[in-house]
């Protein structure tokens, strides 16, 4: 079984950029398929990014489609999320999740996750 630690996380202006990465244990990471969520305070779980096991495919959701970038490096089982003209609101704990290996957007569909990482943006 895989287990995942985010890192990363943090303040910044709006404007601003951060980097998340999300480290996965154990021998088997290049097979998972490979997700970023999101939950502000009051709302529910929402897809950010996804990328497929080799890193060929990738998906976003229309708010942050061309300011995030979703990555892996397979040989250091590690996942990134490059965040750049943050906003307010992208203010919310950041969740990274292994599953299938393709590109997929629905949460249900994610077996393990991370603890999850606060990134705040102020205005």
């Known amino acids: 079984q895989v287990q995942l630690v985010e890192a990363g996380g943090g303040s910044v202006q709006a404007g601003g950029s951060l980097r998340l990465s999300c480290t996965a244990s154990?021998?088997?990471?290049?097979?998972?398929?490979m997700g970023w969520f999101r939950q502000a305070p009051g709302k529910e779980r929402e897809f950010v990014a996804a990328?497929?096991?080799?890193?060929?495919?990738?998906s976003y959701t229309d708010s942050v489609e061309g300011r995030f970038t979703i990555s892996r490096d397979n040989g250091k089982n590690t996942v990134y999320l490059q965040m750049n003209s943050l906003k307010p609101e992208d203010t919310a704990a950041y969740y990274c999740?292994?599953?299938?290996?393709?590109?997929?957007?629905?949460?249900?569909?994610?077996?393990?996750w991370g603890q999850g990482t606060q990134v705040t943006v102020s205005s």
């Open positions: 999740a292994a599953g299938p290996a393709g590109v997929v957007r629905n949460s249900a569909l994610y077996r393990v």
């Open positions: 990328i497929s096991w080799n890193g060929g495919s990738t």
């Open positions: 154990g021998r088997i990471f290049s097979s998972y398929g």
